[in-house]
């Protein structure tokens, strides 16, 4: 069955957003004497939650993270996104080109997606539906995003087709018994990336936005 309809993730996929959190974060655990590279932090944490990444830094240094910090860390993303975020190389023509329905679905909130977008300035080209792991109980890697997201819209998991960039978003695409993209155009993405995606499902890799342009091309979806 042909898709007739792609859920894009936001983070990663659509804006480069994932590099600038990665570097901001870093500076943090340096100042808590926590060293760790880029490439080290990408491959461990690809796609978790920033609470859970927390509490895996707390296990294994026996550090005690305030709660405050959490909304620091939010404000200052929301600071630094609006200064530098941009979208992926590519990714804002592909986005404007797509003929099919699209949506958003996204471990982030709405009004994170909805500030994204308008930033690299796609809110206005988009007219489809946002979901978030804030709507149902449990975020990716599970599937309750994208079930809530197939009920929403109604469509079988057949009619539609996935574009993540992590495993645990790869996770609970198929989990929900979708087909997925595993997507490689971000500046965050490290050696050995694709590898993990397919590792997890992924039925597609693409290496950049002109890679993703051919295969929904294939679709008829662009």
Not at 84 to 103: A, N, Q, T, Y
Not at 208 to 221: N, V, Y
């Given at each position: 069955?042909?898709?007739?309809?792609?859920?894009?993730?936001?983070?990663?996929?659509?804006?480069?957003?994932?590099?600038?959190?990665?570097?901001?974060?870093?500076?943090?655990?340096?100042?808590?004497?926590?060293?760790?590279?880029?490439?080290?932090?990408?491959?461990?944490?690809?796609?978790?939650?920033?609470?859970?990444?927390?509490?895996?830094?707390?296990?294994?240094?026996?550090?005690?993270?305030?709660?405050?910090?959490?909304?620091?860390?939010?404000?200052?993303?929301?600071?630094?996104?609006?200064?530098?975020?941009?979208?992926?190389?590519?990714?804002?023509?592909?986005?404007?080109?797509?003929r099919?329905?699209?949506?958003?679905?996204?471990?982030g909130?709405?009004?994170?997606?909805?500030?994204?977008?308008?930033?690299?300035?796609?809110?206005?080209?988009?007219?489809?539906?946002?979901?978030?792991?804030?709507?149902?109980?449990?975020?990716?890697?599970?599937?309750?995003?994208?079930l809530h997201?197939?009920?929403?819209?109604?469509?079988?998991?057949?009619?539609?087709?996935?574009?993540?960039?992590?495993?645990?978003?790869?996770?609970?695409?198929?989990?929900?018994?979708?087909?997925?993209?595993?997507?490689?155009?971000?500046?965050?993405?490290?050696?050995?990336?694709?590898?993990?995606?397919?590792?997890?499902?992924?039925?597609?890799?693409?290496?950049?936005?002109?890679?993703?342009?051919?295969?929904l091309?294939?679709?008829?979806?662009?």
């Amino acid at each position: 069955m042909r898709p007739i309809h792609i859920f894009f993730d936001n983070d990663g996929t659509i804006v480069d957003s994932e590099i600038l959190a990665v570097r901001n974060m870093l500076r943090h655990l340096a100042a808590m004497g926590i060293e760790m590279d880029e490439r080290v932090y990408a491959q461990r944490f690809p796609g978790l939650l920033e609470r859970d990444i927390f509490a895996i830094l707390e296990r294994e240094h026996g550090l005690s993270i305030p709660d405050s910090f959490h909304l620091q860390l939010q404000q200052e993303h929301i600071a630094l996104f609006e200064q530098e975020l941009k979208p992926i190389v590519g990714m804002d023509s592909l986005f404007r080109e797509v003929r099919s329905g699209k949506s958003m679905v996204s471990n982030g909130s709405v009004a994170h997606v909805e500030r994204c977008l308008g930033k690299v300035g796609l809110l206005h080209d988009f007219g489809g539906e946002i979901f978030s792991a804030k709507q149902v109980d449990r975020p990716k890697p599970y599937p309750d995003v994208y079930l809530h997201a197939l009920r929403s819209v109604g469509l079988e998991p057949l009619q539609a087709l996935v574009v993540e960039d992590s495993p645990t978003g790869i996770e609970a695409a198929k989990a929900a018994g979708l087909r997925v993209v595993g997507f490689l155009g971000a500046s965050h993405i490290t050696e050995g990336h694709g590898e993990q995606l397919k590792a997890k499902g992924a039925d597609f890799l693409a290496s950049d936005a002109e890679e993703l342009r051919k295969l929904l091309a294939g679709w008829e979806l662009i």
